[in-house]
């Protein structure tokens, strides 16, 4: 069985050959840059090369008749649906990857190469269930609106970016369900501040039936947030040998 806390031949840290270690730091501070120059030339090229580039992507315009309409509508009313739209796919992203990054832990929970704590596979699959829930709930928003679900909006591409390395994480077969469970905190802690924001502004835009819909989906994302949080907190304790302390 896995665990990441076991201690090995770990040739990372300059410990482990000190006469190199201490040759290495003195020639760090002997090395002279080989162009002219700090790191305000460098602040300078970024600066002109985000001056240069185009927007990540775009939202794209309704494409329907009736979706037209609701825009308009909306416009007229002072609100900007584009906004909403592009923090709609931005959700509808997030949620596909959490689908993802819950099926890669409930894959590690049931190989039980490494310690698992008290996550249960019934809730697993129970929250991962409600995931993909919300992910219909979205693409029902968006199509509601006159939306295109398929299109990826700027903030969807975002939210695609922001996943790749927690997907990593969990694909990674080396990496523990200590570690998948600790990328998905970091996940749901982001997707409970998203679903909050987009409760408020349907409400602001007058979309009551839907700010009601996501409210519910906001109080399930608050309940995944506190039970992975407990199971995160349990495996560090256990790992620690401090289990029976703390709860004595």
Same mark, same amino acid.
């Given at each position: 069985? =896995? ?8 040739? *990372?840290?300059?410990?482990?050959? /000190?006469?190199?270690?201490? $040759?290495?730091?003195?020639?760090? #501070? =002997?090395? $002279? ?10 602040? %300078?090229m ?12 775009? $939202?794209?315009s ?7 309409? =609701? ?11 584009? +906004? ?18 819950y099926?890669?832990?409930?894959? =590690?929970?049931r190989?039980?190469q490494?310690? *698992?704590? !008290?996550?249960? /596979? ?8 409600? !995931? ?5 709930l /979205? #693409? ?10 398929t299109?990826? *909006?700027?903030?969807?591409d975002?939210?695609? $970016?922001?996943?790749?390395? /927690?997907?990593?994480?969990l694909?990674?077969? %080396? ?14 802690? +982001?997707?409970? !501040?998203?679903?909050?924001?987009l ?11 839907m ?9 399930q ?9 407990k @199971? @995160? !907190? ?15």
């Amino acid at each position: 069985m =896995k665990d990441e806390n076991e201690a090995g031949m770990n040739r *990372t840290g300059m410990a482990m050959a /000190l006469r190199e270690g201490r $040759v290495q730091e003195g020639n760090a #501070w =002997k090395n $002279v840059p080989a162009s002219p120059g700090d790191e305000r030339e460098l602040e %300078r090229m970024r600066a002109a090369y985000e001056g240069e580039s185009e927007p990540i992507g775009s $939202v794209p315009s309704p494409a329907s008749l009736k979706g037209l309409a =609701k825009t308009a509508l909306q416009m007229l009313e002072g609100h900007d649906p584009k +906004a909403f739209i592009d923090r709609l796919g931005e959700r509808l992203a997030f949620e596909r990857s959490g689908i993802r990054l819950y099926e890669l832990l409930i894959g =590690k929970h049931r190989a039980a190469q490494s310690p *698992t704590g !008290e996550a249960d /596979l019934e809730n697993l699959i129970r929250i991962r269930n409600q !995931e993909l829930a919300h992910f219909r709930l /979205l #693409w029902d928003s968006l199509e509601k609106l006159g939306a295109d679900p398929t299109a990826e *909006t700027p903030a969807a591409d975002h939210a695609g $970016v922001k996943t790749m390395g /927690l997907i990593q994480t969990l694909s990674d077969p %080396r990496s523990t369900f200590y570690q998948g469970l600790d990328a998905i905190l970091i996940a749901e802690l +982001a997707d409970n !501040e998203g679903w909050r924001m987009l409760v408020e502004l349907a409400e602001g835009m007058g979309l009551k039936e839907m700010a009601a819909a996501f409210r519910q989906a906001n109080a399930q994302e608050g309940m995944h947030l506190e039970q992975i949080r407990k @199971w @995160w !907190e349990g495996l560090v304790r256990e790992e620690a040998g401090l289990a029976e302390a703390i709860t004595a």
